[in-house]
């Protein structure tokens, strides 16, 4: 398998700015959030389960996710989280290995946004970098993208799991608090060892 670094980090973190930045350079990306966005569109591999499991109002008049409603439910009730996650969770993970597996690129970037919460995909990584910035600027930065109040934005925030969790499992972290030249910089530099673990991990691989 390629050498696999995952991404993760909180809303608003940058994970989707740093991943970019790394796919420019050339490695490839799987994104476990386009993933899901694909299994919840109209004709998606997830909604027959969706509205079994919760009804058809789950989905909108195209036939893809209501994901206002779902929202709701999944922040009013903890069961319909479960359900949810226990629906999608192994879908996503079943496309993320196959389109890792697939990849033909020096190292493959796995942008896994819950990596705490999921507990999974940690078994083909050879690397975890976390994208961090301060709660303030991920609230700030989302509410800006999205449209949603600062309430909203808080109680996703607060639904995820904190900071410190996060960079526990860090390997590689990169503080995206400043402006683009800061970030292109300090990913420029990880990009040049992950290349360099590549190889070495190739090489390794050839003489077992």
Request: aromatic residues 4%; proline residues 4%; hydrophobic residues 45%.
């Given at each position: 398998?390629?050498?696999?670094?995952?991404?993760?980090?909180?809303?608003?973190?940058?994970?989707?700015?740093?991943?970019?930045?790394?796919?420019?350079?050339?490695?490839?990306?799987?994104?476990?959030?386009?993933?899901?966005?694909?299994?919840?569109?109209?004709?998606?591999?997830?909604?027959?389960?969706?509205?079994?499991?919760?009804?058809?109002?789950v989905a909108d008049?195209?036939?893809?996710?209501?994901?206002?409603?779902?929202?709701?439910?999944?922040?009013?009730?903890?069961?319909?989280?479960?359900?949810?996650?226990?629906?999608?969770?192994?879908?996503?993970?079943?496309?993320?290995?196959?389109?890792?597996?697939?990849?033909?690129?020096?190292?493959?970037?796995?942008?896994?946004?819950?990596?705490?919460?999921?507990?999974?995909y940690r078994d083909?990584?050879?690397?975890?970098?976390?994208?961090?910035?301060?709660?303030?600027?991920?609230?700030?930065?989302?509410?800006?993208?999205?449209?949603?109040?600062?309430?909203?934005?808080?109680?996703?925030?607060?639904?995820?799991?904190?900071?410190?969790?996060?960079?526990?499992?860090?390997?590689?972290?990169?503080?995206?608090?400043?402006?683009?030249?800061?970030?292109?910089?300090?990913?420029?530099?990880?990009?040049?060892?992950?290349?360099?673990?590549?190889?070495?991990?190739?090489?390794?691989?050839?003489?077992?």
């Amino acid at each position: 398998m390629s050498y696999v670094v995952i991404i993760t980090g909180g809303i608003g973190s940058g994970k989707t700015a740093v991943s970019d930045l790394l796919q420019a350079r050339g490695a490839a990306v799987v994104d476990t959030d386009v993933i899901s966005r694909g299994l919840t569109t109209p004709g998606g591999a997830a909604i027959p389960a969706l509205v079994a499991r919760f009804g058809a109002d789950v989905a909108d008049a195209d036939g893809g996710l209501n994901r206002d409603r779902m929202r709701r439910l999944v922040f009013d009730d903890p069961e319909a989280k479960d359900a949810l996650e226990a629906i999608l969770h192994p879908m996503i993970q079943l496309e993320a290995y196959r389109q890792v597996s697939a990849a033909a690129a020096p190292y493959v970037v796995l942008v896994v946004p819950l990596l705490v919460e999921s507990n999974a995909y940690r078994d083909i990584a050879d690397r975890v970098l976390v994208v961090d910035c301060p709660e303030s600027v991920q609230i700030e930065r989302t509410m800006r993208r999205s449209g949603l109040t600062r309430s909203q934005v808080e109680r996703i925030v607060q639904a995820q799991a904190p900071r410190s969790a996060r960079l526990s499992l860090a390997d590689d972290v990169i503080v995206n608090d400043a402006g683009l030249d800061e970030l292109s910089a300090a990913v420029e530099r990880l990009h040049a060892r992950y290349l360099a673990w590549a190889v070495d991990k190739r090489r390794g691989a050839a003489k077992s």
